[in-house]
């Protein structure tokens, strides 16, 4: 991990952190992660990008049976490619996948300059599309991420990607002080014994605590300063111009925002939305529901044209 530095810029606090956090990052990839993948690392105007590779490439999949287009996955706030490491090998038996580090997370990319709205962190994204040479891609963003693409496809719609699904995504309605609350109080329960955690899960409405190797990733992960922009909320006149295919997750307990109205407002601005709530499920809906969130990557992703690398 090589430190960063810069106003604005997401950083270690110092070569120790760094150092610290290198190490919680490897032994979480070759613990959760052992299968074959293959690393890149992919300039932009903003730093040097790292994604995982995994699976059939369109070109393969002619010689036998047919693949379909790309998808990849972006992470939530905090995360990395390794949130998706439950979802990767399933993914990837009739799909090439590809794992984004995002930008300005705490993971293995490298930022040099500052990503200050919306507008930036999509361009952040189409730079990234267009390095890694796909079209007629399958794009999934959890939280964040789901911002990100959102942002992405309103500036920059197009061939890349020809379908979205958003997994309980920001930026649809404000966040409000019960999010918070259940951030500090995942946070805390994540701290406490391993045998006090399923019941603490459980009472704070967020299985992503039991994922005992990425809290400690997300232990190791406390001394890097964040400088990402926060979600803010789209607009009924950016959300009314979305053309792309989309799917949308949402965690009807999420602490996020207001799920029903979030509903209500995509079914009345959006026609090329479809949405989904997801009974007892909270914000944290890819470790409280896999196999539904499996299931619906894969059925848009089957629904959208099959992708080519250029």
């Known amino acids: 991990m090589r430190m960063r530095a810069g106003e604005g810029v997401g950083e270690f606090k110092d070569r120790r952190s760094a150092e ?11 613990e959760l992660w052992p299968g074959p993948r293959t690393a ?4 932009t105007s903003h730093g040097t990008t790292r994604v995982y590779r995994v699976g059939p490439t369109a070109e393969e999949g002619e010689a036998a049976e047919a693949v379909g287009g790309p998808i990849v996955l972006l992470p939530g706030s905090g995360g990395n490619a390794l949130m998706w490491h439950r979802y990767v090998d399933r993914l990837a038996r009739r799909h090439e996948v590809i794992a984004v580090d995002t930008l300005g997370e705490p993971g293995a990319s490298v930022q040099r300059a500052p990503i200050a709205d919306g ?32 942002h992405h496809q309103l500036r920059h719609p197009g061939p890349r990607v020809a379908s979205l699904t958003l997994v309980d995504p920001a930026g649809l309605g404000p ?14 329960a994540a701290l406490a014994p391993q045998a006090l ?29 964040r400088a990402l922009p926060m979600a803010t909320t789209l607009t009924d006149e950016q959300l009314a111009t979305l053309r792309t295919p989309t799917l949308v997750l949402l965690g009807a307990r999420s602490a996020l925002h ?3 109205a979030v509903a209500a407002r995509l079914a009345r601005l959006v026609p090329a939305v479809t949405v989904e709530l997801v009974p007892g499920a ?7 529901r896999p196999e539904l969130v499996l299931d619906r990557i894969l059925t848009m992703a089957a629904r959208g044209p099959a992708g080519r690398r250029s």
Do not use: K
């Open 175 to 188: 966040i409000g002080f019960r999010f918070y609350a259940w951030l500090i109080g995942g946070g805390l």
């Open 119 to 150: 507008l930036a962190g999509a361009g952040w994204l189409e730079e990234l599309l267009g390095a890694l040479e796909v079209t007629g891609a399958h794009l999934v963003g959890c939280s964040y991420g789901g911002w990100l693409a959102l």
């Open 258 to 260: 207001d799920a029903p």
């Open 40 to 43: 890149v690392d992919l300039p």
């Open 20 to 30: 610290r956090y290198g190490a919680a990052y490897q032994r979480a990839l070759a």
């Open 282 to 288: 909270g914000h944290a809906l890819p470790p409280d």
């Open 197 to 225: 955690r399923p019941g603490l899960a459980r009472l704070v409405g967020n299985s992503a605590i039991l994922e005992g190797e990425l809290m400690r990733l997300m232990r190791a992960s406390m001394g890097y300063r």
